[in-house]
């Protein structure tokens, strides 16, 4: 069913937008990402921790465009 490459591609979707600078875009995806993410873990596909440490880092990179 290509959940984890679904995820997988919302997660390069806010990173792709972060590195081109774009914060709407960012915030954006990141909040079409989240709950996905957050769906993986109740299929099984990602552990807990995982999911935590793939928002926390994408959030701290949408966090560094503010600077």
């Not at 959940?3 to 954006?28: E, P, Q």
């Not at 079409?32 to 999911?51: H, Q, Y």
């Amino acid at each position: 069913m290509g959940l984890r490459s679904h995820m997988r591609t919302k997660i390069k979707n806010v990173v792709k937008a972060c590195d081109a600078g774009n914060k709407d875009a960012a915030v954006a995806a990141y909040k079409d990402a989240v709950p996905l993410i957050d769906s993986m873990i109740n299929k099984g596909i990602v552990t807990k921790n995982k999911a935590s440490r793939h928002k926390s880092r994408l959030n701290k990179r949408i966090k560094l465009l503010a600077v």
